[in-house]
């Protein structure tokens, strides 16, 4: 059964910093896994999908990696902006095949502070 | 329509009621998803659909939740007698095909409240 975890919970940063949220998931057998972002009250916004042969997709500020050997994703986001204050999550498929059917940790909620 | 519509945004129920959610999905987007976020929480599957067939229903909680979609395009999550337990947001996403780089797109999702 798959589960996904990501550690923090929550992060505060100041403005300008670079970080790292992680995921770390228990079945390797992945089709891909995403990241998300949620903001307060809206819905999800899909931000990069890494395929299970890929070890990394980026995009603007944006980079995330995938270690399907050890279980473990990480989002990189550089020099950091208010604007970036979210809840992001990652989700795992639900085994090997694009079955659609998404695991999802429980989310890091991030405060980048002026 | 541009993105993914649900509605209401809000529902406020007594416990033991029946209601329904509604999800118009993107024009053209063939597979359907639903799925709930309880508070503190990220988004639990609940079913999903390729078409108008219910292709993985493993996640719908027990027999009082119940979804459908008739014509293959708008989809109605169906909750019967109501219990506190069941309040959460319900998300809704669609994406243009089941298969292949399978981005899901998500609605702004429909907040129920069971008193």
């Known amino acids: 059964k798959q589960e996904v975890t990501q550690i923090p919970a929550a992060l505060s940063v100041p403005e300008g910093e670079n970080l790292v949220l992680n995921c770390s998931f228990t079945d390797s057998a992945i089709y891909n896994l995403q990241w998300f972002r949620q903001d307060p009250g809206k819905g999800l916004t899909s931000l990069l999908l890494i395929q299970s042969s890929q070890r990394e997709q980026t995009s603007g500020r944006l980079n995330a990696s995938l270690d399907k050997s050890s279980g473990r994703s990480t989002l990189y986001i550089a020099a950091s902006q208010p604007g970036d204050s979210a809840t992001y999550l990652c989700?795992?498929?639900?085994?090997?095949?694009?079955?659609?059917?998404?695991?999802f940790g429980q989310g890091t909620t991030l405060q980048v502070k002026p | 329509g541009a993105g993914v519509s649900q509605t209401p945004s809000n529902k406020v129920t007594e416990k033991g009621k029946y209601v329904e959610l509604r999800c118009d999905p993107i024009?053209?987007?063939?597979?359907l998803y639903w799925y709930r976020q309880s508070l503190g929480q990220g988004p639990e599957f609940l079913i999903y659909?390729?078409?108008?067939?219910?292709?993985?229903d493993s996640g719908l909680p027990n027999d009082r939740f119940f979804a459908v979609r008739p014509e293959g395009s708008v989809s109605t999550l169906k909750i019967q007698r109501t219990e506190r337990g069941d309040s959460a947001v319900y998300l809704c996403?669609?994406?243009?095909?089941?298969?292949?780089?399978?981005?899901?797109?998500f609605g702004a999702g429909s907040r129920l409240t069971v008193l």
């Open positions: 989700a795992a498929t639900h085994g090997s095949s694009n079955t659609g059917k998404l695991i």
């Open positions: 996403a669609s994406s243009l095909r089941y298969s292949g780089a399978n981005v899901l797109t």
């Open positions: 024009s053209g987007h063939t597979a």
């Open positions: 659909f390729q078409g108008t067939g219910a292709a993985d």
